[in-house]
């Protein structure tokens, strides 16, 4: 009998997460019913955004109920089915939870194109990190030639690629992160026309010297100190992305509001909050695009690929939050 292994959500955590926050079971694996197929899962996307989905409360999407197999997006292979659209061996990628096998009734999962990248590539740039950059910086930020695009966590998942596209689009691109190596990557890598290690630097005068003329476009991953520092260096009718806040994620105080942002009455500009998923249906178009500048060489991506399988899901969520990731953070079953 195989049998799959699943972290489950075991407490709601106060500040940062815990390995007691999590409980590991084992189960057999099931037989899919009609409509349905079974997944062997062979990576998992560690995301930010799951810190959030472990608290109770109104969100953009409902929390994980205690005793739940953690919500987790990943990729793997089809190694049954009774679903019309799915065949054994089909590479796939979907919300399959902490666990190592997933039984899905295929509603949000998708074929996806080993020839073109490896299965992990499908949760970083031609994943959701992917899109998130796309049209938040595109149809949110709508940067203009020229322009000063400024982009915090700016070598993760997200923010790495929102660079990439800014300089496709032919801005002047300023990447902030933590650490000299990190910095390197922007500028090195990414081309990123400076970088600025909020770590060890002086961030404001940083910004004041690589945004001469004030930032067109700030792109959020942080929020916190950061937002409030490029807040106070935005230009006339800047448009502020704000598509998360991972310096507040772990806080167990309320989120501090920007202290700058009559900033923006001054500037006339707009600060907007997106989710990606409300772009679902539009995911077709942006991945072409995206796999078209990654064929054209234009765009490069780096997923950050750790082992230990399920037991080490909770130590390698904590890299997200302590910067040791680079590029899209994924772990292997
Ligand atoms: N709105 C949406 O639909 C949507 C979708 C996907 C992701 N997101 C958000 O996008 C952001 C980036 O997600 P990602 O998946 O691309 O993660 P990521 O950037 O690959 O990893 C997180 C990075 O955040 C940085 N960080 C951690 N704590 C920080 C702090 N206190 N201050 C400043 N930086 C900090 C770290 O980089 P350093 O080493 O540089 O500090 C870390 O590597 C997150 O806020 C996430 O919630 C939003």
Redesign the pocket.
């Known amino acids: 009998m195989t049998t799959t292994r699943q972290g489950r959500l075991a407490a709601r955590p106060s500040g940062w997460p815990k390995r007691s926050d999590w409980a590991f079971t084992e189960e057999a694996v099931g037989e899919p019913a009609d409509g349905q197929v079974l997944v062997k899962v062979s990576h998992l996307s560690l995301?930010?955004?799951m810190r959030?989905w472990m608290n109770d409360g109104k969100s953009y999407i409902p929390p994980v109920v205690i005793g739940e197999v953690m919500r987790a997006g990943g990729v793997g292979e089809v190694l049954a089915t009774k679903h019309p659209g799915f065949k054994v061996g089909d590479p796939v990628t979907g919300t399959f939870g902490v666990q190592q096998y997933a039984i899905s009734d295929g509603k949000g999962m998708r074929k996806v194109d080993t020839r073109f990248a490896p299965l992990p590539t499908y949760l970083g740039v031609l994943g959701?990190?992917g899109m998130?950059a796309y049209f938040?910086l595109l149809d949110i930020g709508k940067p203009q030639p020229g322009e000063t695009v400024v982009v915090?966590?700016?070598?993760?998942?997200?923010?790495a690629v929102v660079c990439q596209i800014a300089k496709i689009k032919g801005c002047r691109v300023v990447g902030?992160?933590?650490?000299a190596e990190?910095c390197k990557y922007l500028t090195d890598v990414l081309h990123c026309d400076a970088a600025i290690d909020?770590?060890n630097d002086d961030l404001k005068a940083g910004l004041k010297k690589h945004c001469p003329d004030g930032i067109h476009v700030y792109f959020d991953?942080?929020?916190?100190e950061?937002l409030d520092a490029c807040l106070g260096r935005i230009a006339l009718h800047a448009r502020i992305i704000i598509?998360?806040?991972?310096?507040q994620?772990n806080s167990t105080t309320p989120p501090k509001g920007p202290a700058n942002y009559l900033s923006l009455l001054v500037n006339r500009a707009t600060m907007t909050?997106?989710?990606?998923?409300d772009y679902a249906g539009r995911y077709g178009e942006a991945a072409k695009e995206i796999a078209g500048w990654m064929a054209a060489g234009k765009l490069v991506h780096k997923e950050d690929v750790v082992g230990g399988g399920i037991d080490a899901f909770p130590e390698t969520l904590l890299?997200?939050?302590?910067?040791?990731?680079?590029?899209?953070?994924v772990l292997a079953l």
């Open positions: 995301d930010p955004a959030g959701a990190p998130t938040g915090s966590g700016a070598a993760g998942a997200v923010g902030i992160a933590g650490g990190k909020y770590k991953n942080v929020g916190g950061i598509c998360g806040a991972i310096s994620y909050g997106m989710v990606v998923f890299k997200l939050f302590t910067g040791e990731n680079l590029g899209k953070l």
